[in-house]
């Protein structure tokens, strides 16, 4: 599929300029999709910028990819011409680890291929994620989207939707739980919808009350300031789930002390510097600091149903694509309620 139109970052730290790559033909197990939208994830801004080494140039980001099936490999069996499907962070992974017959292929053992920015070896060169207009993907690692959710709403369900489903799944939130969802951003916003269609009781800890209205509208049935210390004191105790979405350096002790016995602080927004922790609040009510990477592709499945089901998607604004720098700019500033989404049509 030559020239496909697309937006890249030529060297780190440039601004995302029309870029024209070449796509694979459909193999006999691809689907082949016109990308209609693609959500803008803040893991973008640090691949484009190579804060975390790596990068290969020029880069084409996104993996929040939401489109139309346009042609299928004559041995595709689960998607059709026509068809709403998605694609998440991975493209594809070895198949034969532990991890992946477990369907945990974001922690594949062997060699996970991202949407961007990865060495294919199947093909012998770097992925190109979905600031384009078309791509071709195999169709093991292609998510169906119900077809009452909107193409634009949908697609940041692909990593932030999953990114809070994954550990809000595993640790069991639902009736009778008390959950609790650091900051109320791109993830956040997420985290609150999901765990309260879960049936699970949700606090949000912001940073102040700016955005308490809002936490009551995606579901929230509290919301508290972090900046105020007397939260630290009304909460102690109560969590059986905390969901860490800031990436940034805080106090996670003052968190941890509002675990109940048994209760897990799930850290998905990471830091840039390392964060010290005291080990005996852990101790004493069997407290549990873990982490959680985005899903699965069953998993990523299962919380697209149970988005469908519910009708939840992200709180979006959508872009053209040439608007992009400008968006870039303001997820840094945290200047969007809840997350971008470029039109690709705009390509």
Known sequence: MPNTRAYAAAEAKAPLTPFTLDRREPGEFDVAIDIKFCGICHTDLHQTANDWGGGTFPMVPGHEIAGVVSAVGGKVTRFQV?????????????????????????YCAGQVVFTYNSMDPKEGRVTYGGYSNKIVVDENYVLSI????????????????ITLYSPLRHWGAGPGKKVAIIGLGGLGHMGVKLAHAMGA?????????????????????????TSDPDTFTKLAGQFDLI?????????????????????????VGVPDDAVAINGFPLIIKRRTVAGSLIGGIAETQEMLDFCGKHNIVSDIEVIPMQQVNEAYKRVSKSDVRYRFVIDCGTL
């Open 146 to 161: 119900p077809e009452n959710l909107p193409l634009d709403g949908a697609a940041p369900l692909l990593c932030a939707g």
């Open 82 to 106: 026509g068809q709403h499907v998605g694609v998440g962070c991975l493209v594809d992974s070895c198949r034969t680890c532990v991890e992946c017959r477990k369907g945990l292929e974001q």
């Open 243 to 267: 969901v860490n979405t800031v990436p940034a350096a805080s106090n996670w002790d003052q968190f941890i002390g509002l675990l109940a016995t048994n209760g897990a602080l799930v850290v």
């Open 201 to 225: 009781e949700v606090t949000v800890l912001s940073q102040s009350l700016n955005k308490q209205k809002d936490g009551a509208r995606l579901g929230a049935d509290h919301f508290y300031a």
